[in-house]
């Protein structure tokens, strides 16, 4: 390498760091360590190709184009944060990693994995997700279900509720609950 293509290298990722409060071979190194990916797996989580995302992470280019895989990049920072602290487990991390890779992004200020509203508020979204976390570590979905279904006939509301939260999509736990407010 070149002295021009060392002081591209550098300003790309000083402007990353700017951007993105680390450059981006770092924060992709320590998410494949702490997901358990490899580059191409992250690659594809992203949404970005192999290619691309070697030359974010090399400093050969700078910017994230695309605010939906920006978005990614933050879900799977969350993610990450979960699972080192063990609320995630390793195999709902590969659950989440594949809904991740559906999401289509948003707006990168106001869909940002905020756990709270600006009320200070815990949103619908995350009171969800730490309800399937705490039953998830107390038993395997099947386990979940198979307990919902002994439950049902006395207590049907119960069952429905730990088969919704404890073994179903986070989108329909988000629907149970929301149907559930007074």
Known sequence: MDAAQQEATARARELQRNWYGEP????????????????????GVL???????????????????????????QLLQD?????????VSAVEATERMDEIKKSQGGSVLSNTAQSTTSSGAPTVKRVVREIQSLLRSVAAAGDIIEAADTLAPSHPELAEFLRVYGAGRTSDAVAHYQSHQS
């Open 47 to 73: 949404g970005l190709s192999a290619p691309m995302l070697s030359q974010l992470m090399s400093g050969q280019r700078a910017k994230i184009g695309n605010p939906a895989v920006v978005q990614r990049v």
């Open 24 to 43: 981006l071979g770092a924060l992709f190194r320590r998410l494949i360590e702490d997901l358990g990916l490899n580059q191409a797996r992250l690659a």
């Open 79 to 87: 993610l990450a944060g979960q699972v080192a602290d063990g609320s």
